[in-house]
Each structure stands twice: as structure tokens, then as C-alpha cells.
């Protein structure tokens, strides 16, 4: 995390999701509306950013992904076991509020995220994302995300890369 004073932990019962404002209408109401279905379904698991301890800064959603070896560039897909596929941790939301936005707390959320994918037990190769628009791929290609050569919003960071970069 970044210096700010912020403390993540899963979203649970007792946060107040309802005053969350991050500029996109679709990433609020799922905020609001869907990501609980989503956690108790098992189909995402979702952290939250507070502000002294209370307030939702920001939030981002994990769930297992795959990522097919023949969309991957070449270069990297030819260093890759013969399998069809490659595990991936897909991050399907990241949201910062308003408010928070500009403090480096989508990056802290984001190297929250690489913490987490990296830290299991049940290997993945990379971090996955759908980015929603061109700002979003820029924020992160900004953060060494690679964009697939046919499918340019989706983006993703071989953990490896990402545990290398923590040793340095
Ligand atoms: C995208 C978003 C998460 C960024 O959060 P943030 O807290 O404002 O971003 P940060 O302050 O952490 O920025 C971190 C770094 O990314 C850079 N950055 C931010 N947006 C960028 C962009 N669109 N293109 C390139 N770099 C970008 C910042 O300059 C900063 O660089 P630095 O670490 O070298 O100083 C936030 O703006 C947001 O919630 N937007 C609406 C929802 C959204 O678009 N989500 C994307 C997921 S699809």
C-alpha cells in the first residue's frame, strides 16, 4: 500500500457501500447491486480501500481466469508448456472514488491485487484484466500490463514479472 492512510481487507457486511462514486455508472451499481450476489455465488471475491478504517476509498475484484496460449504475443506463449491454456487471477473490477482519485491509490489497490495473486497456493501464470475503455488500458500499460497482439483491452502481467520487480 501507498503511504496514504489506507487499509484493505474483503468487502463484508458492515461496510456502507452506498455513498461510492468512481465516474462510471456501470462500476457504482455493480458496487451496489451485484457484488455480494457475486461473493456468496463463489463467481468473484472483492477488497475494499477504507479510509480510517471506515470510509470506501476504492474496491477491486479477484476471480480465477484463464488465458488461451494462442492469444498470448508469441515471444511469450512459445516459453510456455504446450497446454491450451494458462491459469490466470482475472482482476474483473477496479474502482477508486472520486474523491480518492490521483493519490495512487488505484496502483496500491493494483499491487494489492499482485500480492494476493502471488501469495496463493493455486499457481497462476498472470494478472488478468478487461480494461472497460482506452484510459483504463493506459492506466494499466502504465503499469507493465501487456495488451493481447488481437484483443488490445485485455491486458496482462506475467506474476513472475511482477515478483521480480517486488525483489528489486
Ligand atoms: C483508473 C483508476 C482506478 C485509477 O485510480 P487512481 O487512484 O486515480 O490512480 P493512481 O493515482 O493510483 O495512479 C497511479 C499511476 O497510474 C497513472 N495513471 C493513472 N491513470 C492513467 C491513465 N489513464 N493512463 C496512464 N497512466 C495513468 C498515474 O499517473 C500514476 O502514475 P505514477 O505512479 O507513475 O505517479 C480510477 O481513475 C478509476 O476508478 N476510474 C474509473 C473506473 C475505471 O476506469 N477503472 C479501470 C478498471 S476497468
Redesign the pocket.
Given at each position: 500500500m501507498s503511504a496514504a492512510p489506507f487499509f484493505v481487507a474483503p468487502l463484508d457486511a458492515t461496510h456502507d457501500r452506498t455513498g461510492f462514486r468512481?465516474?462510471?455508472a456501470a462500476?457504482d451499481r455493480y458496487f451496489r447491486e451485484q457484488v455480494t450476489q457475486d461473493i456468496r455465488r463463489r463467481v468473484a471475491a472483492c477488497f475494499v480501500a477504507l479510509a480510517d478504517r471506515k470510509r470506501i476509498a476504492?474496491y477491486y475484484t479477484l476471480a480465477s481466469a484463464s488465458l488461451m496460449l494462442a492469444d498470448l504475443p508469441a515471444d511469450i506463449g512459445k516459453k510456455l508448456p504446450r497446454y491450451p491454456a494458462v491459469p490466470a487471477v482475472r482482476m474483473g473490477?477496479?474502482?477508486?472514488d472520486e474523491a480518492?482519485?490521483?493519490?495512487?491509490?488505484?496502483?496500491?489497490?493494483?499491487a494489492d491485487a499482485l500480492v494476493r495473486a502471488t501469495g496463493s497456493e493455486i499457481a497462476a501464470y498472470a494478472l488478468m484484466?478487461?480494461?472497460?475503455?482506452d484510459?483504463?488500458v493506459?492506466?494499466y500499460?502504465?503499469?507493465g500490463f501487456i495488451a493481447l497482439p488481437d484483443s488490445p483491452s485485455t491486458l496482462f502481467l506475467p506474476l513472475a514479472t511482477a515478483l521480480a520487480s517486488r525483489k528489486r
Open positions: 468512481c465516474g462510471s462500476l476504492g473490477r477496479l474502482a477508486v480518492f482519485s490521483g493519490q495512487g491509490l488505484g496502483g496500491a489497490l493494483l484484466v478487461d480494461a472497460k475503455d484510459r483504463a493506459g492506466f500499460a502504465h503499469h
